[in-house]
């Protein structure tokens, strides 16, 4: 009984969702999506985007929303805390440019303490509100690089030089 009760409300969370991004607008969906998505709201991916969706970041290009969902899972599944604060959102036709400020905090970067990292994303969305492209560009040093205890100090030590000089 308690499986069937689980089932059910994980079924209405995810028809409601669905539902409510279907009726949003490109910003407020990108909002939507980002402030929902979770280790245990995977199936937003399918609400959010294209079967067929083209996206990059610093880590490497994926093709099909199958594939972002298995990314997402492996990014959330070491995620204590994860938030995106957007600050701007620059719209042309169905394109969108989001600017934000992600903050992150898992065990096995930064020993556990919050990590914050500036970025923007480029989406692009199809006639039924579905995101065919995703292209997202940030610092992979102030992500993960400059947290790992010796390449971290290197990195820096390079940043203060160029800045020195």
Known sequence: MKFYFLFLISLASTLTYGQAMKDLNHKDKIKF????????????????????????DPIGTIDSSEGIKKYYENMYKNVKFIKFNFSEFHEAGNNIVAVWKMTLQADKLNGGEPITVDGNSVI?????????????????GQFIYEHIPVVGYVIKKIKNRLKAE
């Open 33 to 56: 999506f980002f402030d929902h998505l979770s280790k245990d709201h995977l199936s937003l991916v399918d609400d959010f985007y294209h079967p067929r969706v083209k996206f990059i």
């Open 124 to 140: 692009t969305f199809d006639e039924s509100g579905k995101a065919t492209y995703h292209r997202d560009y940030f610092d992979m």
